[in-house]
């Protein structure tokens, strides 16, 4: 059974860092495709970061130059490091994988993720 958990969330004033992680287990994650992604009640979730089996990374707009994807294919362990919080990065946090490959992957579509995390909250005061 495949099972992702996210950690790590938590309070940080603006100008903050807190960095992610997301535990896979269950089955051979190095070879899918991994993504971050959050959600604020009302809103889509959407897609923070993604890193496909090349190690190719790709940032959503908003958090570009501030977020950082890595993975430890040793500890089957998914991060996402964010650096310099603001107010609007305040949501739930969740770590999903898929199957999806090469620019499929890096586009980040949601709905294509088939495994998810139960999510870790990041809360951003000003």
């Known amino acids: 059974q495949v099972q992702l958990v996210e950690s790590g969330g938590g309070s940080v004033q603006s100008g903050g860092s807190l960095r992610l992680s997301c535990a896979a287990s269950?089955?051979?994650?190095?070879?899918?495709?991994m993504g971050w992604f959050r959600q604020t009640p009302g809103n889509e979730r959407e897609g923070v970061a993604g890193?496909?089996?090349?190690?190719?990374?790709t940032y959503g707009v908003s958090v570009k130059g501030r977020f950082t994807i890595s993975q430890d294919n040793a500890k089957n362990t998914l991060y996402l490091q964010m650096n310099s919080l603001k107010p609007e990065d305040t949501a739930m946090y969740y770590c999903?994988?898929?199957?999806?490959?090469?620019?499929?992957?890096?586009?980040?579509?949601?709905?294509?993720?088939?495994?998810w995390g139960q999510g870790t909250r990041v809360t951003v005061s000003a």
């Open positions: 999903a994988a898929s199957r999806l490959a090469g620019d499929k992957c890096l586009a980040l579509p949601t709905y294509l993720f088939d495994e």
């Open positions: 269950g089955y051979a994650y190095s070879s899918d495709c």
């Open positions: 890193i496909d089996s090349d190690g190719r990374r």
